[in-house]
């Protein structure tokens, strides 16, 4: 029977009931960290004078995208952890997989343009003004949504047009292209894949490439310039930091092949990057920037 199923079953974490007790106990806590460390980011961006710079301005925007990013997963985690029966439907699971791919590669593209942003400002100060104007920063944003989107939507298609053969089970904690991937029994399946992963590779490697490139700049200039440079480069630490967290999270959970003996480290590794990097991302400007950190007392 080559027919999609209507209801997908979400073979996640163990069933054991103090398990699930203290996984939700953490999950709520983590999603509430999330939720209101990122809101605080927005706020201050939008409300403090002193970080209307396109470099804070890139900072709300990533923010705004991390509260997305975990709440496509995460409440449904939560609500898992309290029901005997993970279900999600076919069209929520597609869905979730739009949305998280939306956002995932919207947030790819955002840090590579502030990577960009961090060039401009390090390596060409005098024109820096005239270059990341107003019009230009609306612009960077507006091609990371639309490209996140884009992209996304092709691989929703393609993942909803698979056939299951009666397979509903999916061995994962939420909808995620690999693991549908898996379950699907396309005879097509190893072209469906190669497509599937050339988009996502696209953004991520393509969005990968180009922050590679505005730091091999950036740390030229430094080098060749000392002094003055070494203070600019200082608001690099905390992008650059994030950048290393979100891109190496992803790259182990996506190139590393997916053992059936490795599925509690798919799960953390899933975990990392959906979850737990959308967390740490205000915790870590919050602490290495000293505006950030300026805003924050002044507004409290």
């Not at 080098?223 to 630490?237: E, I, S």
Request: aromatic share 12%; with cysteine.
């Amino acid at each position: 029977n080559l027919s999609s199923p209507t209801m997908f079953l979400l073979l996640g974490f163990s069933s054991a009931y103090r398990a699930q007790v203290t996984l939700s106990l953490c999950f709520s806590l983590i999603y509430l960290v999330t939720v209101l460390g990122n809101l605080l980011i927005v706020t201050l961006v939008w409300l403090d004078a002193h970080l209307h710079f396109p470099m804070y301005f890139f900072l709300g925007h990533l923010s705004f995208l991390d509260i997305c990013y975990s709440s496509v997963t995460l409440p449904k985690i939560l609500g898992d952890s309290f029901s005997p029966q993970k279900t999600i439907s076919f069209v929520g699971c597609i869905t979730q997989i739009y949305f998280f791919l939306c956002f995932g590669g919207s947030e790819c593209m955002l840090l590579a343009a502030m990577a960009y942003d961090r060039y401009l400002a390090i390596c060409h100060p005098l024109h820096y003004p005239v270059l990341m104007s107003k019009k230009m920063c609306h612009r960077l944003v507006a091609i990371s949504w639309l490209s996140g989107s884009f992209s996304s939507l092709i691989q929703a298609f393609l993942t909803a047009h698979l056939p299951f053969c009666g397979s509903n089970m999916i061995d994962h904690l939420f909808c995620e292209m690999p693991f549908l991937l898996k379950a699907s029994c396309s005879p097509n399946a190893p072209l469906n894949k190669a497509t599937l992963y050339a988009l996502a590779g696209t953004i991520a490697m393509g969005s990968f490439l180009l922050t590679l490139v505005s730091y091999v700049h950036i740390i030229r200039a430094v080098l060749q310039k000392g002094a003055g440079t070494q203070r600019a480069f200082a608001t690099c630490t905390s992008h650059l930091t994030v950048v290393s967290l979100f891109f190496g999270a992803g790259a182990v959970a996506y190139l590393v092949p997916h053992s059936s003996g490795s599925k509690e480290m798919d799960e953390v590794l899933a975990l990392l990057y959906a979850v737990v990097t959308p967390m740490l991302n205000p915790i870590i400007y919050s602490l290495r920037n000293s505006e950030v950190k300026g805003a924050i007392r002044k507004a409290l």
